[in-house]
């Protein structure tokens, strides 16, 4: 499974650099930031590329899953454009809600939340 990430800030670079992913089936192939200081620059073994170019790379590579890492201000517009560009599935890094058309999966991914659950069951024992 081909995969793009957009967001190339700390999370990004560590999302890139995660190891897991490709014994499971699933690559990263693509890397977007809108930030001039990010794009060009390498990321693993990826080129950062300008969010403009999101469109032909999903075409050229069969890119079929999205992953997000960018701020909560920004996910909804970053997910608009994935689903524009026919991204069904979405990783979702950016804590916040989201809208999303039936058809399309999101799943959202929020390290605070897991803690704060966690924390519970830490004040019931």
Do not use: C
């Not at 995969?3 to 690559?27: C, D, H, Q, S, W």
């Not at 969010?51 to 960018?70: F, H, P, R, T, W």
């Amino acid at each position: 499974w081909n995969m793009a990430l957009v967001g190339v800030g700390t999370l990004g670079r560590a999302i890139v650099n995660y190891e897991g992913f490709l014994p499971n089936g699933f690559k990263i192939v693509s890397a977007f930031d809108i930030n001039p200081d990010q794009v060009g620059k390498k990321v693993g073994n990826l080129q950062v590329e300008h969010i403009n170019n999101l469109q032909n790379s999903i075409k050229e590579k069969d890119i079929q899953i999205g992953i997000i890492a960018v701020p909560p201000s920004k996910a909804q517009e970053v997910i608009d454009l994935l689903t524009a560009n026919g991204i069904k599935t979405i990783l979702n890094y950016a804590p916040t809600s989201v809208r999303i058309r039936p058809g399309i999966i999101v799943r959202s991914i929020d390290p605070v939340l897991s803690l704060q659950s966690m924390t519970y069951y830490l004040k019931i024992q």
